[in-house]
């Protein structure tokens, strides 16, 4: 059974009409990730989550946001795409303590028109 | 911050053993971690390493080095299911952030 789930697993949106993704997990993870993974390139940090504790990374632009209301769920909401913001958008999660893996939905494929 | 390199492309004969550099600079060290990845598919969990030294798992050899902030992937007895991406990830110590290197793509021929 999946233990991170993405909905969907592919996603339009209009340029500049906002869109939202969703990850819920099943494993009672502290820690939730969002990344952003263009083609051909690694996978990039956008922010995470230690419980409810917000970690946004530096260059992560204001056009993006997150909400993690409780445990198993959390979001990422693009306030205006762009068609630079195409990509596959990946939810991780793990366990708060060393020698955890983190473990990945199957992603979120964005295309903007 | 965690800069991390990895070489950007490896190829290799089926049968052959792949041998895949990781190195990293971070603040804080919790751990590194190795990941496959096929095209249009999410990461999937190779191997886990916080401790100096080798641990093996099948196929798939991974080595930690701390103190030269020094990493390797070994991949023996290749396949051609083994061609993917194989990314090397750091985790942070205070707050879990986990960052990824570009990741090096292994293709393996017959």
């Known amino acids: 059974d999946a233990m991170v789930i993405q909905n969907p697993r592919y996603q339009v949106t209009q340029f500049g009409k906002p869109v939202t993704l969703s990850c819920s997990q099943t494993l009672n993870h502290n820690v939730m990730y969002w990344y952003q993974q263009k083609s051909s390139q690694a996978p990039k940090l956008l922010f995470h989550?230690?419980?409810?504790?917000?970690?946004n990374e530096a260059d992560t632009p204001d056009n993006f946001q997150s909400r993690r209301p409780n445990t198993s769920f959390c979001f990422l909401d693009i306030r205006s795409p762009g068609l630079g913001d195409a990509a596959m958008y990946l939810c991780a999660t793990s366990v708060g303590v060393p020698s955890t893996e983190a473990f990945f939905g199957q992603g979120t494929r964005l295309t903007v028109v | 911050g965690q800069n991390i390199d990895q070489p950007t492309e490896m190829t290799a004969t089926e049968g052959a053993i792949v041998q895949i550099n990781c190195t990293y600079q971070?603040?804080?060290?919790?751990?590194l971690f190795w990941y496959q990845q096929h095209a249009g598919e999410a990461p999937t969990f190779l191997s886990y390493n916080v401790l100096d030294g080798l641990e093996e798992k099948g196929r798939f050899s991974s080595f930690l080095s701390r103190s030269k902030g020094y990493s390797y992937l070994l991949l023996k007895e290749l396949q051609m299911k083994d061609s993917a991406s194989y990314l090397c990830?750091?985790?942070?110590?205070?707050?879990?952030?986990?960052?990824f290197g570009a990741g090096t793509t292994v293709t393996v021929r017959a």
């Open positions: 989550y230690y419980d409810k504790d917000f970690n």
């Open positions: 990830a750091v985790r942070d110590q205070s707050d879990y952030k986990l960052s």
């Open positions: 971070t603040s804080g060290f919790n751990g």
